[in-house]
């Protein structure tokens, strides 16, 4: 498995989750990183992205509440997920690609290469 996601759970509204994701030994440092989630009967949707640059893109439904970030290491990257809420329940999937992410963090050219093998994250009260 390329990538090792870890951190999801259950959460009141309000709460606050932090998603960590690490690349695996054999996989070079990834250019892109992203967080995509799917709550079910729904598409998937990206999250967010970060390059090796360190900027960062969000769709419009996170801006302000979630952050990505990536460790020292370039190989392991985070998601700060503040004031959750209901809607943010879903299956969490970490992504990385060799690719620049130059795009909008929820409208991907093509899906990424690499996955995580996904975490839940449940906001209710």
């Known amino acids: 498995v390329p990538l090792v996601e870890s951190g999801g759970g259950s959460v009141q509204p309000g709460g606050s989750l932090r998603l960590s994701c690490a690349a695996s030994d054999h996989t070079r440092s990834p250019v892109c990183m992203g967080w995509f989630r799917q709550a079910p009967g729904k598409e998937p949707e990206g999250v967010a992205t970060?390059?090796?640059?360190?900027?960062?893109r969000y769709t419009d439904s996170v801006k302000g509440r979630f952050t990505i970030s990536k460790g020292d290491d370039k190989k392991t990257f985070y998601l700060q997920m503040n004031s959750l809420k209901p809607e943010d329940s879903a299956m969490y999937y970490c992504?990385?690609?060799?690719?620049?992410?130059?795009?909008?963090?929820?409208?991907?050219?093509?899906?990424?290469?690499?996955w995580g093998q996904g975490t839940q994250v449940t906001v209710s009260s």
């Open positions: 970060i390059n090796s640059f360190g900027a960062t």
């Open positions: 992504a990385a690609d060799p690719r620049s992410c130059d795009w909008p963090a929820s409208h991907w050219p093509t899906p990424p290469r690499d």
